[in-house]
């Protein structure tokens, strides 16, 4: 079992930044493809971002289209806790946020939400114009 427990969300204007959280327990982020989703009301999840860790010790990063150049992945390892960071945001950048994790996965076709095995309860973003 892995628990996940994301942080960070908020209201914010367009144009700034925010850097949500997720921490991980029961196993360690490298072992598992970690991957953000997010939710607008009546859509379904979609992918954001995903990032996982070979074992030899190389990290890939995923992003959807629509982030790229924006949001950012990253890690702590001595916290167990993957970070989004966000920057300049958008109006539609405002949903529920979600991280993911999928165990014995290496690829970028990992992040399929109905395929991830743990979620967080998510973490909602607000984006003013």
């Known amino acids: 079992q892995v628990q996940l427990v994301e942080s960070g969300g908020g209201l914010g204007q367009a144009g700034g930044s925010l850097r949500l959280s997720c921490i991980a327990a029961g196993r360690t982020v490298s072992s598992v493809a970690m991957g953000w989703f997010r939710q607008y009301p009546g859509k379904e999840r979609e992918f954001v971002a995903g990032i996982r860790w070979n074992r030899g010790g190389s990290y890939y990063k995923y992003y959807a289209d629509s982030v790229k150049g924006r949001f950012t992945n990253s890690r702590d390892s001595a916290k167990n806790t993957v970070y989004l960071p966000m920057s300049s945001r958008k109006a539609d950048d405002s949903a529920a946020y979600y991280c993911?994790?999928?165990?014995?996965?290496?690829?970028?076709?990992?992040?399929?939400?109905?395929?991830?095995?743990?979620w967080g309860k998510g973490t909602l973003v607000t984006v003013s114009s």
């Open positions: 993911a994790a999928r165990g014995g996965c290496s690829g970028s076709w990992c992040y399929d939400p109905p395929y991830m095995d743990y």
